[in-house]
Each structure stands twice: as structure tokens, then as C-alpha cells.
């Protein structure tokens, strides 16, 4: 069964569909299904044509089509995306474009440390090529068995090794871009000092497909940790963990590769939910992090280095209790245990999510004063926060009181944002740390942004995209 819906000629879409060929230009309605949703189910759209480009040229012929025709184009990696930046609209005339074809490695060259990757390529297979040429490509997140590489540049993602190496555009040197009009924007270049001009490449990254489709990136590698110690922290105050985080910078340094903050509420759904977990630690700690040290040097260095981190913390009183991964394996059941915090989230019923940054040493000023903006919109609500304290990003989620019915709850999203974000722009924060703009919080981006800021993003997405074709109606 195919879908014919007046949003979408069906003579273009025969177009566009002989661009690709008919067997990757999904058009059964059961086929559309997988990438018309995002994983939350906050947003659902509508479209006849999912477009399968297998190389540069099919998309830049796509491109030049849709500039052409003036059609809109949505671009789409893995349909991991939390704000629904990469679902089309409901009109049925939007078209979804899917990099999950372009998924070639190109090069790897472990004397630059770099690797060429295309916009498909899931992050998971990114990091096991990398692992074989004995090097580490440090984007980490819950979704990497999925994720794709242009979604990842595209939102700009973070992760849990931002602390060490940066986000997704500190990671990426050059990119291949294809433009609105079809033109291939073509700089894949493995410099990593380059001052010819303006910085193209950034303009793409974090741009969420409205200003091109991202087709292929240089990303940087890095020699692969001889040693890796991974510790489970309980403490009895966020003012303690902004402690240790500063004890464990000064001793550890640049070794210091992830910083997690875990509260007492997700920490309880975790053990309640998450099949065969067990708590590392023994008693009822409102504070919990993971903490991670890699050594260029050694295994005995990495050691050496989270002993001593540890031991000063318990010397200062920032430390409560703690427990260092006895093996390998206990290491990952650590990280299985962070990285399954938010699906432990949902059997708990419905949320209202936030992903905010404020500066770190806010951090424990931030948790108290919006607990209290929390509890002045919903009084039993149940605050899950956790997250990147290395890097100032928490994921502030709030779970629906128990008993409370699941609609009246949403019903109070809005309110819980603006609580939430008021906090966060009062301490010079961002509502928006590591997922995105998408649809979710464009207006509230351009309600509250200075409207200068607002007007210069404007200015790019009209000089690049004039048609306005590029993912209308996410962002800006």
C-alpha cells in the first residue's frame, strides 16, 4: 500500500524516486512508518516519499530537484533526535531525506589521527573501526548502536567524554556538505590549523540539516588509554561532587575522561527497572557519581591516578563512599547502569524532559533553586536529574507524581519549562545543551534569545537557503 497525499504531486515524487531508484524510494505506508516518528513520540509526521540517496551525486541531484521544485527537504541520520528536528510535518508535502545508505568509511589514517567517515555511518562500527587501527574516536553516547555520523554533527552532540575531548565539533576538522541548490560544498581537509577565512564548516555543524545536508566528515582519532579506571562515588551533597570534580581536575588533569552526576531519584528507578541491576554501593546516598580516568601511560598510572583522586576526597570530606571497577567487566556494568537512566525513566510514567547547561561552578545553586520552581508548579512532581557535571550539561527531568494521571501532568509542560528554563537563563545557562533545537524548543528559542542573535541566524539560513527548502520549521 502506498500513501498519495495532496501534499506531494505524485509526477515529482516519480521524480525524485528515479533519482534513487524504486527500490530506495520507500513509498509503503509500513516502510514510511520508521521515519515519520522520533523516539520520545512527542512529534509524528506525514509524508509519501522517503528518499535513500546511495552517494553524493543522487543526493546532490536530489538537492537540486527540491530547489527546482521549491520542495522541502527533511535530512535524517539514525532518528535518534530528542527534540524532533529530523521528522517532517504533518502537510504530507515534505520529503525525507535518509543518509543511512552513505554509510562508507573513506579513509582512517592513524598517522594524523583522523578518519574519513560518510553522513551514515553508525557511531558504534565508527568506534570499532577506529579500535582496529589502535586508536579512539571519544563520542560516546546511550544511542551509538544507532546514531548516525551526520546526525551527530548535525545536533552537535555531547556525551559523556565532552569533559576530555569536546563535543561533536571540536571532534570534526572538515566536512562535505551538499547544498540547497545541489552544489557540493567539498572540505575535507585533515588540518587542524587552518585560518584561510571563515570557519564553513561550523556553520553546518549543530545547524540541524536547515542549512545543508551533511554527506561526510574528517573526524579526529586519538591514541587509544593504556590504562582506564572506573569508579562509583557516593556523596551527601551536590556541593560535594562540585568538590571532587575540582580535586579530581587538579590531580587527574586532562586523564579526567567522564564526570557523571546521578541523583537519588534516578538512582532508585534504576534499581527498580533496569534488569539485573545491583547498587555498587551499599546505603542511601543523595549524590552519586561515575567517574573515569584514562592514562596514556599505563594501567598502573590510571590506578595510581583514581586512587590518589579518591583518597584526597575522603581526606576533604567530599567523599562518602566509593568503589573502584574490579574488572573489565564491572567497568561496563557501571556504564550500563548511567547509560540506562533514562529508560529506567519510563515505566515510572510520563516526563517532562529538560537538557541544560550552566556554568559548573552553578551547578549546586542550580539543583536547589529549581527543585523549589519544580515544586511551585507541581508539589509531589519527582525530580530526575543526572548528567555531565564535567562539562555543566544535566539532563532535569521531572517524573509525574505517583497516582497523578498521566494527561493532567503533560497538561503542565509549558509551566514546568518556563520554571525550569527561568532558572537556567537566570544563571546565564542554555536550555538547550546537547540535543538540539529541533521543533521542540524553536519558539521558546525565539521568544527569549536576544533578538539580534535571532536576526543573525535569519541572515545565514536566508543567504544559504533562500528557497527556505532545508528542513523548514526546525531551529530558526
Not at 524516486?17 to 516502510?31: C, F, K, M, P, Q
Not at 525550569?420 to 536550555?431: K, L, P, Q, W
Request: with cysteine.
Amino acid at each position: 500500500m502506498t500513501q498519495d497525499l495532496p501534499g506531494l504531486d505524485p509526477a515529482l515524487a516519480e521524480r525524485f524516486a528515479a533519482i534513487v531508484g524504486a527500490r530506495y524510494a520507500v513509498r509503503a505506508e509500513a516502510d514510511i512508518e520508521l521515519y515519520v516518528h522520533e523516539p520520545r513520540g512527542l512529534f509524528a509526521g506525514v509524508t509519501s516519499l522517503v528518499l535513500r540517496p546511495g552517494s553524493v551525486a543522487e543526493v546532490s541531484a536530489i538537492m537540486k530537484l527540491a530547489s527546482e521544485t521549491r520542495t522541502p527537504i527533511v535530512p535524517q541520520g539514525g532518528n535518534t533526535g530528542l527534540v524532533g528536528g529530523q521528522v517532517p510535518d504533518r502537510s504530507g508535502g515534505q520529503v525525507v531525506l535518509s543518509l543511512s545508505r552513505l554509510n562508507r568509511i573513506r579513509e582512517i589514517d592513524p598517522v594524523s589521527n583522523t578518519v574519513i567517515a560518510e553522513a551514515g555511518v553508525v557511531l558504534d562500527r565508527l568506534h570499532k573501526a577506529a579500535d582496529e587501527v589502535d586508536r579512539l574516536y571519544p563520542l560516546s553516547l546511550a544511542s551509538q548502536g544507532s546514531c548516525q555520523i551526520g546526525g551527530n554533527l548535525s545536533s552537535n552532540a555531547g556525551g559523556t567524554g565532552v569533559v576530555a575531548y569536546g563535543n561533536a565539533r571540536e571532534l570534526c576538522l572538515g566536512v562535505e556538505v551538499v547544498l540547497p541548490t545541489g552544489e557540493v560544498f567539498d572540505d575535507l581537509r585533515k588540518l587542524k590549523k587552518d585560518n584561510t577565512g571563515y570557519d564553513l564548516k561550523n556553520l553546518f555543524v549543530g545547524a540541524e540539516g536547515t542549512l545543508g545536508v551533511i554527506t561526510a566528515a574528517v573526524l579526529k582519532l586519538y591514541p587509544k588509554p593504556k590504562g582506564r579506571e572506573v569508579a562509583w562515588v557516593g556523596l551527601t551533597s551536590a556541593e560535594a561532587a562540585l568538590a571532587l570534580f575540582n580535586t579530581a581536575q587538579e590531580l587527574g588533569g586532562g586523564a579526567l575522561t567522564a564526570f557523571e552526576l546521578i541523583g537519588r531519584t534516578p538512582m532508585s528507578f534504576a534499581m527498580r527497572h533496569i534488569p539485573d541491576a545491583r547498587p555498587p554501593l551499599s546505603g542511601d546516598w543523595a549524590w552519586e557519581v561515575l567517574m573515569e580516568i584514562s592514562s596514556g601511560r599505563s594501567a598502573e598510572d590510571a590506578r595510581t591516578l583514581m586512587e590518589d583522586i579518591l583518597s584526597a576526597g575522603f581526606e576533604a570530606d567530599q567523599v562518602g563512599d566509593a568503589v573502584i571497577a574490579a574488572s573489565l567487566g564491572q567497568a561496563n556494568e557501571f556504564w550500563r547502569l548511567r547509560e540506562m537512566l533514562p529508560e529506567s525513566q519510563k515505566p515510572e510514567g510520563a516526563s517532562i524532559k529538560h537538557d541544560i547547561s550552566v556554568p559548573i561552578a552553578s551547578i549546586p545553586a542550580f539543583i536547589e533553586r529549581a527543585a523549589v520552581a519544580v515544586a511551585g508548579v507541581c508539589a509531589e512532581a519527582r525530580v530526575v536529574c543526572f548528567g555531565h557535571m564535567g562539562d555543566g550539561n544535566l539532563h532535569y527531568n521531572i517524573s509525574q507524581p505517583a497516582g497523578m494521571e498521566a494527561a493532567a501532568f503533560l497538561a503542565l509542560y509549558r509551566d514546568m519549562n518556563k520554571a525550569v528554563h527561568d532558572v537556567v537563563r537566570s544563571m546565564n545557562g542554555s536550555i538547550s545543551a546537547e540535543h538540539g533545537i529541533g521543533q521542540l524548543k524553536r519558539d521558546e528559542l525565539i521568544a527569549t534569545a536576544p533578538p539580534h542573535a535571532i536576526e543573525l541566524m535569519r541572515r545565514v539560513k536566508s543567504a544559504f537557503d533562500p528557497a527556505g527548502i532545508m528542513n523548514p520549521g526546525k531551529t530558526i
